[in-house]
């Protein structure tokens, strides 16, 4: 049955959807020898679909990789960067790094830190990054000063971001320093640089922002052990699972654990 050409390349794991748009964009993708443009459907039985000059075909469809990373402040999270400034996938072993579509589901910005998703589940990354999927993340926030309880209301209530109220959040104060305060904060929506808008809008700045968790994925493990800055591990199938009931996808798990 015909599909657009970026579903394609999403569902084999070529790459995900915005990037598959991309190279679509960039003319580096053909269906039988024409040049795709988007929007293009393509029939995945019977078409010749390429990349770069690669024949692409179902049969070699690489099996699912779901990557847990604790990012570093000063690295990007794309899988390339025109300022040449360091990305995810270098802090991934070269046998990872070799694996086809790679990309990391949503985004932390430049110097924020902390757990971030990678995969070349395309379909996965489209669901758990589209609004409709309110996937809970979890920060902590060293903020400057010491923001009031009624100020904190305002952000649990949610606040207006360019026109648009934000949606409510769980804001809790976990220390108080002489200059500082410490704040968990889990989020439901994940708007370009949300905490960091936020914190500004109510009149302090964040002078550090950690992700500890995506839903229950967290960097901690139960033994009180935690994934060090710049170091990746495998999700485990349960983990996979509670991923895919997220995005109310019932396929079957394929997996590849490479040490």
């Not at 599909?3 to 960039?26: C, M, N, P, T």
């Not at 995945?44 to 390429?50: K, M, S």
């Not at 402040?73 to 790679?102: F, K, M, N, Y």
């Not at 410490?182 to 550090?208: A, M, P, S, Y």
């Amino acid at each position: 049955m015909a599909q657009r050409v970026q579903k394609i390349l999403s569902q084999w794991g070529i790459a995900s959807r915005r990037h598959a748009e991309d190279l679509i964009l960039a003319g580096r993708v053909k269906l039988n020898g024409q040049v795709v443009s988007l929007g293009d459907k393509a029939d995945p039985t019977g078409d010749r679909l390429e990349v770069d000059g690669k024949l692409i075909q179902p049969t070699q469809r690489p099996e699912f990789l779901y990557i847990l990373i604790n990012k570093p402040v000063g690295v990007v999270s794309t899988c390339d960067d025109p300022q040449h400034r360091p990305i995810v996938l270098d802090l991934l072993p070269e046998a990872l790094r070799q694996e086809t579509g790679i990309h990391p589901v949503g985004r932390l910005d430049f110097n924020s830190t902390g757990a971030l998703l990678l995969t070349n589940d395309g379909e996965l990354t489209l669901r758990l990054t589209h609004p409709r999927y309110h996937l809970p993340k979890t920060y902590e926030v060293l903020v400057s000063g010491h923001p009031s309880e009624e100020i904190l209301q305002q952000w649990r209530r949610g606040v207006m971001l360019m026109g648009k109220k934000t949606l409510p959040a769980q804001v809790e104060v976990m220390a108080r320093c002489h200059q500082h305060t410490r704040l968990k904060v889990i989020l439901t929506e994940g708007k370009n640089r949300q905490i960091r808008r936020i914190v500004q809008h109510l009149g302090f700045h964040v002078l550090r922002l950690h992700r500890s968790a995506i839903g229950s994925l967290s960097l901690h493990a139960s033994n009180g052990t935690s994934l060090p800055s710049g170091h990746y591990r495998l999700l485990t199938p349960s983990e996979i699972r509670f991923l895919k009931h997220c995005a109310n996808l019932t396929t079957e798990i394929e997996g590849k654990l490479i040490q």
